[in-house]
């Protein structure tokens, strides 16, 4: 494979992007949506969306499914279901698509379908359903946990349908807050470590992940939580996908680490445990080949996609360089 | 160049990363602190710190400079000359570094050195005082802006020595702000787009920009912002580097985008005009040699990087895969 200098080489690298011919997506990426985000302060523009809008609409933090697609439900059905917060997720074939806030109804309306906690959600959902749903529950809890102003203690008022709080007191503007979370895999040859967090299930191993701290590189971070969780040192670090994470509103950023030796010491306060594992013994764990205990995470958070993608794609991490 | 799976290779990249020999570090990285972050809530082991710490102080976002380096004092210079928050900025050689915030005074104290405007400060400071004053100017700001609870209005305590707020009403817990940023150059062939932006002086080009939203990957964001800004479509995304950016609390995250097209239209309100470099043109500009108005980002910025080492390094932006 060759660098894109020429017509044919770039329109392979565009449809492998746009297409995603090998890998699925990650989960709550690819929202088809345009968040028309130049729009969102035009009145008119505004009003035209919400006159032929749909609606999804979120009890407790828990969006609507119905028949296994997300809930959007028009206008007119939601008129009564509550009063929260209303968001623009953005435009899909001319249709504007809104979430709704309802938990302030002591329960969730009878008769229009489920209302699935997120991940459970993300499970069964199409992924560009669950992707929508994600974008979505990030920007109703934001609501929830910021309605004052934080810097001057008052109410704050919604604007650009939901993207923006304005301080009617100190005129602050406040937005949707999106927290970075480096989360690596340190690789060494064959084997990669991992380590059981304090809040992991029995026999569930993982990546190491920290959020990213002011003043903070992505790559400093990822060799302070290295340094701190695991107590290994490392070199390269390779960065190879990301994801959001709506619980309640990280961006995860999924690293390589090329550790120095085989060393290691877990703080014993978040992480309990850690150990090496062989790249064949990965792979037979993943297919359910192996079962001694020991347990892998789930395919819905980019900490597989980091374990998975290492064991089966040979180019990486550390992809060669051109000569 | 062989993929790092003998231990000379090992080696290899370690030392490539450890002392990046090639590239001088992003302003703003490579802090040298041990952020202690474990030990923030003990307080023997705060109390040992401040014993024998040093603090430097900001008046109004400006940090102190000392001839040319960062002005960390001695705790006891400190104590009269004001009373904002204070936080442990981490531990060198066993020492505490600070930074206090005294803001309240109605002017900068005299007779210490010069307060200096950060962006200023980070010229003249060799790059790890520069890092740490990025930290400490990202910690500050976050206070003062951040003093009442978001969630219920109430004015929140300090807890962590600066890391963490608290409300003493609701207990909601509140953590520094870090919001993402992607930065990207789109590049097809020997060209790369880059475009002036309403708030640039006259002449300066640079490479778009723009906050990564609630629910999106950075490839969501990078595709979402080069579509509005510019109109253009692209296909391949790679990362290249990353940069705190205390203005106030940013994470610049810079990546190329295969472009599909030369194809583009601006929006005409964030982004006045875009035009196609040439490489060639791109290196005499970087030297100097090269006087027709138009101007790129300075030395200091992330973007600045992503153009020079686009221009400069054959392999980059794609890589070519191992076969």
């Not at 107590?231 to 959001?244: R, T």
Request: with cysteine; hydrophobic share 45%.
């Amino acid at each position: 494979m060759r660098p894109p200098t020429s017509a044919p080489d770039i329109v392979f690298w565009a449809e492998k992007c746009e297409s995603k011919p090998v890998e699925k997506p990650l989960t709550f990426t690819g929202n088809p949506l345009d968040r028309a985000s130049l729009c969102r302060a035009n009145p008119a523009f505004m009003a035209g969306l919400l006159a032929n809008g749909r609606m999804v609409p979120f009890w407790r933090q828990a969006p609507l499914v119905v028949a296994g697609r997300a809930g959007f439900l028009p206008f007119a059905q939601c008129e009564e279901l509550g009063d929260g917060p209303c968001v623009l997720l953005g435009v899909l074939d001319g249709v504007g698509h809104f979430a709704l806030d309802i938990s302030s109804e002591e329960t969730p309306p009878a008769g229009l379908g489920e209302f699935l906690e997120m991940r459970a959600a993300a499970l069964i959902l199409p992924p560009a359903d669950a992707a929508m749903l994600g974008q979505a529950k990030a920007l109703l809890d934001w609501h929830v946990r910021h309605r004052f102003c934080a810097q001057c203690g008052t109410p704050t008022d919604i604007a650009d349908i939901g993207h923006r709080r304005v301080c009617p007191k100190c005129s602050a503007e406040h937005f949707p807050r999106t927290d970075p979370v480096v989360i690596m895999l340190p690789v060494l040859g064959d084997a990669c470590l991992v380590g059981r967090n304090r809040r992991f299930p029995d026999g569930l191993y993982s990546a190491f992940a920290g959020f990213v701290e002011a003043g903070e590189s992505l790559e400093d971070a990822v060799r302070r939580e290295l340094s701190e969780e695991a107590g290994i040192k490392v070199g390269a670090i390779q960065y190879h996908a990301s994801q959001p994470w709506p619980f309640p509103s990280s961006l995860m950023i999924g690293c390589y680490a090329q550790a120095v030796s085989r060393d290691f010491k877990v703080d014993g306060e978040e992480i309990l445990e850690a150990r090496w594992l062989a790249k064949d013994d990965v792979r037979k764990r993943l297919a359910g080949e192996m079962e001694d205990g020991i347990r892998l995470p789930a395919p819905i958070a980019i900490a597989h996609r980091l374990i998975r993608d290492w064991a089966t794609q040979a180019r990486l991490p550390f992809v060669r360089e051109a000569d």
